[in-house]
């Protein structure tokens, strides 16, 4: 068993009240990677560089403006990973060539969306973790190409409506389970989060950080542009993902997965599901029982087999 | 040739308003063209919309820079810089303003000396914004006189092809009324000929040499300076904090804001005005309710009686 660290982050009252990534980024109003980045942001800190991978995000430094206090460097949707490690490469060569200070060291960050973390990017990803190079992956996850207007992605979830699967049922396939595929390399540590569970997603970051080799994060993003719901129910959504059990929040650690926080009584799926456009059609114009119930079947399963 | 431009902030449907107009015309025989533009932004920034019609061929290709109508879905982005409505506007350009405001306020504040036609059907609901690109559509068909109202009517039905029922007649409802509306002023947009690429003339370019690429590359050499972008020009609502009822528990709102823009200064939470975009994610999750959302126009009117009367 790994030793049970003390978190800092007890209570909400033990985040920051001030934030270090500048405000001004082009992100959609209520967009919900951004805040989940503010928040993990502040506990990064600015001795970080951020290799982002093209999506939503690479328009937050858009010449000649950056939100970023550090580093941030531009790649190609698949080649974020390598970047990284080049990243860390360079650093670990000046340290060593005693032309950089090993104080000045910087967390290397690779930053991308799920069109690149569970698809495009996916085999660089597992050459990283093959590799156990240091650095920390941040995957936004709205759960489609949300950049270009919400076309499918290897996580969109059942059923949902995207640009691209416009029929009475929505999309026909299943999302992918990343964070499985992530933990089956063995990384030093994998997690989920959500910008609406803040001190679960500050201890995690917090944690990681403690940690060296390949440290793996996925942010549920509720996005009000691609999920069509109202920007001010980001939060709202991002909590009943957890209620409802379809975003578990939870870890992996030395062979082990936890959950970090357990719904007690889960609220049915259909709460999640009917504040948001992309569902619409599973209740208008009559209401979509047996896909509903598909969809809460699954998440049932998931938890059937969750021992707590 | 007809050249129409729309401005309005993403999510207003302005993009859609105009491929309705363009499929408009195209049912009417025309020749069309219909661009949007956007830039790095999103919802609630500025966004741009081209429509060319003509009984020819068009080779004309990019932004409308002469217009003969401007479509304006939101008032608020007419003095906003970056959105450039005014930008090549004349005598004959017509100009048509979703605003409560009257024709004479806009003709005097702006110096116009064309016409201005104004829309008084500002969306109290942000819900009820979406439909805002309809009601534009319907009045710039019927000012346009070049649409009948069937294939107005049609063009929306095909357009909006994929939405439920009762979106489709709520925006046809919009865009059929605001079509009615605009009756005795139909046929009021007039197009200009303008300059053939025969009788163009080039600028004045400077020639600049090209940079070694370590001097031209985009590279930022400054921290946090997206704070110089004011993304608070985005904002329809406004969240304002009443500091009596506000319980100082800070971290609520400041750390679900996405966007980083309330800091807490000895345990008093301050919105940055200047950088709020106004998702309303605060006003929902302020345990003690103490954030209201006011209309972004409403705040601004008392911000200037509040200016003049101290």
């Known amino acids: 068993m790994a030793e049970q660290s003390v978190s800092i982050y007890r209570s909400m009252k033990d985040l920051p009240s001030t934030h270090l990534l500048g405000t001004g980024t082009p992100m959609c109003a209520g967009c919900g990677g951004l805040e989940a980045l503010n928040q993990l942001y502040d506990i990064i800190g600015e001795k970080s560089v951020f290799v982002n991978a093209a999506g939503c995000m690479t328009l937050l430094s858009v010449y000649p403006f950056t939100p970023f206090r550090g580093s941030w460097l531009y790649t190609a949707m698949a080649s974020a990973p390598a970047g990284a490690q080049g990243v860390r490469d360079a650093l670990d060569i000046l340290i060593q060539k005693k032309r950089m200070n090993p104080d000045d060291d910087m967390q290397v960050v690779v930053l991308t969306g799920d069109g690149s973390a569970y698809g495009m990017g996916l085999s660089a990803t597992s050459a990283a973790m093959e590799r156990e190079l240091n650095f920390l992956y941040i995957c936004y996850d709205n759960e489609g190409y949300g950049n270009t207007g919400q076309q499918f992605s290897a996580a969109t979830p059942h059923g949902a409506k995207t640009a691209t699967s416009t029929g009475s049922a929505g999309y026909p396939g299943y999302k992918k389970d990343l964070f499985a595929i992530w933990a089956a390399h063995k990384p030093a540590y994998v997690a989920t989060i959500v910008g609406a569970e803040p001190v679960d997603l500050a201890r995690k970051i917090e944690k990681a950080m403690s940690m060296k080799g390949p440290r793996m994060l996925i942010a549920l993003s509720p996005c009000p542009t691609g999920w069509d719901f109202d920007p001010k129910e980001t939060v709202a959504i991002g909590k009943l993902a957890v209620k409802t059990g379809v975003w578990p929040l939870k870890e992996y650690v030395d062979g082990q997965v936890q959950h970090t926080k357990v719904p007690r009584e889960r609220r049915p799926v259909e709460d999640y599901l009917e504040l948001q456009g992309r569902y619409r059609h599973l209740f208008e114009p009559e209401k979509n029982v047996r896909l509903i119930s598909e969809i809460q079947k699954r998440v049932d399963d998931y938890w059937s087999n969750v021992e707590d | ?310």
């Open chain 2, 1 to 310: 040739m007809y050249r129409i431009r729309f401005h309005g902030r993403g999510g207003q449907g302005m993009i859609t308003a105009s491929r309705i107009l363009g499929s408009a015309f195209f049912l009417e025989g025309y020749e069309v063209q219909d661009a949007p533009r956007y830039g790095a932004e999103r919802r609630g920034a500025p966004i741009f919309a081209y429509v060319r019609a003509d009984d020819q061929p068009i080779y004309e290709r990019g932004v409308i820079a002469q217009p003969d109508l401007v479509v304006v879905a939101d008032d608020s982005l007419i003095p906003v810089p970056a959105a450039g409505v005014l930008a090549g506007v004349d005598d004959h350009t017509v100009l048509l303003i979703n605003s409560d405001e009257s024709i004479e306020t806009w003709k005097q504040r702006l110096n116009l000396c064309c016409k201005v036609f104004t829309l008084p059907a500002q969306a109290e609901e942000r819900a009820e914004l979406r439909f805002m690109g309809a009601t534009c559509t319907g009045a710039a068909a019927r000012l346009l006189g070049a649409v009948s109202r069937d294939n107005l009517a049609r063009a929306i039905r095909d357009e909006l092809a994929e939405m439920a029922d009762a979106i489709v007649e709520k925006n046809l409802a919009m865009a059929l009324d605001a079509y009615d509306r605009m009756q005795q002023y139909a046929g009021s947009v007039t197009t200009k000929t303008q300059t053939g690429a025969g009788d163009y003339r080039k600028p004045a370019w400077i020639d600049l040499p090209f940079e070694d690429a370590r001097i031209s590359a985009p590279d930022i050499h400054a921290s946090a300076n997206s704070t110089e972008v004011r993304t608070g020009l985005w904002r329809t609502l406004r969240p304002v904090i009443d500091y009596e009822r506000c319980n100082q528990c800070w971290w609520v709102c400041s750390t679900f804001c996405p966007d980083g823009a309330i800091k807490v200064i000895e345990r008093t939470p301050e919105i940055d005005y200047d950088h709020c975009k106004g998702c309303m994610v605060c006003v929902v999750q302020c345990p003690p309710h103490a954030i209201e959302a006011v209309p972004e126009q409403t705040a601004q009117l008392q911000d200037a009686e509040q200016g003049a009367s101290s």
